[in-house]
């Protein structure tokens, strides 16, 4: 399996500008979750969707910041308008629950992430 | 309440010598405890896990942990760094507390 792939890897835009990235979790994964990482506040969880349904939307910062899944295969994570503030590493992870296991204890398998720039 | 504390920022070693990386959880059930490594630039990528199995892990890469419950902690070592070994360490309690990170140096 090629892994989690997240697009784009790098991406530069000026503020008040739309932006989005992607993810392909794992085929098979029923948990895809997205996190944000700065310096400041580190691994923060924005969300998480299991079978494609938001769970838990309480990490994402304000409105301004959306997700979708559309499908087993695809998530999206939108912000706009985009400010300086939002410049960060993001990371898209998935997961599978162990039918034999309670549903925390899944590895959780990390994308390359996406290093946004806001100017 | 779930919560986890890594307890140094940045820790410094010589190449060769052991590897203590610190580690305080706070669950209200039973915990999972895992250590994630994440080289610069890159994902994060899972040396070992706890699930309520032994209490001492052993990991990827000569890593290991053992949880004590009497502590809540979930300390990760191991006996000889290597100098692939410098890179950031998560903490993780329950799959999706994240720790702040450790910082792993290690010098030749």
């Known amino acids: 399996d090629a892994g989690v792939i997240q697009s784009p890897r790098h991406e530069v835009t000026e503020m008040g500008q739309e932006v989005t990235l992607r993810c392909k979790p794992i085929s098979g994964h029923d948990y895809l979750f997205w996190y944000r990482q700065t310096m400041m506040r580190g691994l923060e969880l924005l969300i998480y969707f299991n079978n494609n349904v938001p769970i838990d939307d309480s990490g994402m910062p304000e409105d301004r910041f959306s997700a979708k899944m559309p499908n087993a295969s695809f998530s999206t994570l939108k912000i706009q308008p985009s400010e300086p503030r939002d410049s960060a590493v993001y990371f898209c992870a998935s997961s599978l629950v162990h039918n034999r296991g309670p549903p925390n204890t899944g590895e959780l398998f990390f994308g390359e992430g996406s290093r946004l720039t806001v100017l | 309440a779930q919560s986890v504390t890594q307890l140094d920022s940045h820790v410094s070693v010589s190449e060769g010598t052991p590897v203590l990386l610190r580690c305080n959880y706070s669950?209200?059930?039973?915990?999972?405890l895992f250590w994630y490594v994440q080289h610069p630039n890159k994902g994060l990528q899972l040396l070992l896990k706890y699930t309520s199995a032994a209490t001492l892990v052993k990991g990827i890469n000569g890593f290991e942990a053992e949880f004590k419950k009497s502590e809540t902690s979930f300390h990760l070592t191991k006996p000889s760094a290597h100098m692939s070994d410098a890179a950031e360490y998560f903490c993780v309690v329950n799959k999706l507390i994240f720790g702040t990170g450790t910082r792993l140096q290690v010098f030749p």
């Open positions: 669950s209200s059930y039973s915990p999972s």
